[in-house]
Nanobody, 119 residues
């Protein structure tokens, strides 16, 4: 059973920063890619940033240069450092991983963590 557990969301004032973490657990053999998505009220879920083994990370245009994504391979954990946050970034942020377990390969999602940017 694979679990993706997110943490680090919360309420922050405009201009502030948050760091999201997502730890994968289970019978994981290999992780091919990890990513962060977000879904604002009334909108579709969209990619924020993705880090894939062996290639440079890719980002949504709106967050390039401000939301670096990083990964700790030893701990199967991905991070999203969110800087200079603005109210339009209020959303539920979801962790995603494409990985292989001892049994199967699949696309997995975390439960989401709320990020609210407000004064």
């Amino acid at each position: 059973q694979v679990q993706l557990v997110e943490s680090g969301g919360g309420l922050v004032q405009p201009g502030g920063s948050l760091r999201l973490s997502c730890a994968d657990s289970g019978s994981i053999v290999a992780i091919y890619a990890m990513a962060w998505y977000r879904q604002a009220p009334g909108k579709q879920r969209e990619l924020v940033a993705r880090i894939t083994s062996g290639v440079s990370p890719n980002y949504a245009d709106s967050v390039k240069g401000r939301f670096p994504i990083s990964r700790d391979n030893a701990k199967n954990t991905v991070f999203l450092q969110m800087n200079s946050l603005q109210p339009e970034y209020t959303a539920v942020y979801y962790c995603n991983a494409v990985l292989r377990t001892t049994v199967t390969r699949g696309n997995y999602w975390g439960q989401g963590t709320q990020v609210t940017v407000s004064s």
